[in-house]
């Protein structure tokens, strides 16, 4: 089976730096995304990682280990807007059917304060 | 950029009928759709997978004959919640993909369903 486990909470002042953390146990692993997500919207890609090692995109940035079963998301310079639940999901490659299915971690609420 | 077209965005019906929900892929064929419900303050479950032309596979805990899945072409794919209950009101959404997976997933606007 799958098992995607992320904090459920975090806050942050509005300029640092907040890092988001995620675990995950799979048996087909086949890369790892993350998106975010406002109340009642659809999720929004951010990143996205199968190799080893920190992906760079603007102020978010993407970290993953796969002998560990680690990722994390890094938010620089945080913004009031970046206040969002922030899925971590996880690629799992079915054996039969010929697909890969997209399972979501339980996502974090992360809330920006000035 | 990929876009995928659902509707409804919200639905209201009575107990006991049944809601079709429409995601189209606008310019891109989608080969596989996800379909997902999200309950307030929770993530997405997956729910089934479809690909187009075959049999919906579901997940463990999810009626098959209550959830019905088409995926009659590679830019349609529906999902009907038949016989609805107040338990059923949810946020769905849609996630299309292709052959071609590292284009990623383009996810639906989603639809809000609510059953009175």
């Known amino acids: 089976g799958q098992n995607i486990d992320q904090p459920t909470e975090m806050t942050a002042t509005e300029g640092a730096i907040v890092q988001i953390n995620c675990t995950y146990q799979t048996s087909g692993f086949n890369g790892l995304f993350w998106y975010q997500q406002h109340a009642g919207e659809a999720p929004t890609f951010l990143s996205y990682?199968?190799?080893?090692g920190l992906e760079e995109k603007g102020r978010f940035s993407s970290f993953l280990s796969r002998s560990k079963g680690y990722s994390y998301l890094l938010l620089k310079e945080l913004q009031m807007k970046d206040s969002a639940s922030y899925l971590c999901?996880?690629?799992?490659?079915?054996?039969?059917?010929?697909?890969?299915?997209?399972?979501f971690g339980a996502g974090t609420r992360l809330a920006v304060h000035p | 950029g990929a876009v995928v077209s659902q509707h409804p965005s919200r639905v209201i019906c009575k107990s006991g009928t049944s809601v079709k929900i429409e995601c189209r892929s606008l310019?891109?064929?989608?080969?596989?759709m996800f379909w997902y419900r999200q309950f307030p303050k929770q993530s997405l479950m997956l729910m089934a997978t479809s690909n187009e032309g075959s049999k919906a596979t579901y997940e463990q805990g999810v009626e098959k004959d209550k959830f019905l899945i088409n995926h009659a072409s590679l830019t349609l794919s529906t999902l009907t919640v038949t016989s609805a209950h107040p338990e059923d009101s949810s946020f769905y959404i849609c996630?299309?993909?292709?052959?071609?997976?590292?284009?990623?997933?383009?996810f639906g606007s989603g639809t809000r369903l609510t059953v009175v």
């Open positions: 990682n199968v190799l080893d």
């Open positions: 310019d891109f064929q989608a080969t596989t």
């Open positions: 996630s299309a993909t292709t052959l071609i997976e590292a284009y990623g997933y383009t």
């Open positions: 999901a996880v690629r799992d490659r079915q054996n039969s059917g010929g697909y890969n299915k997209l399972i």
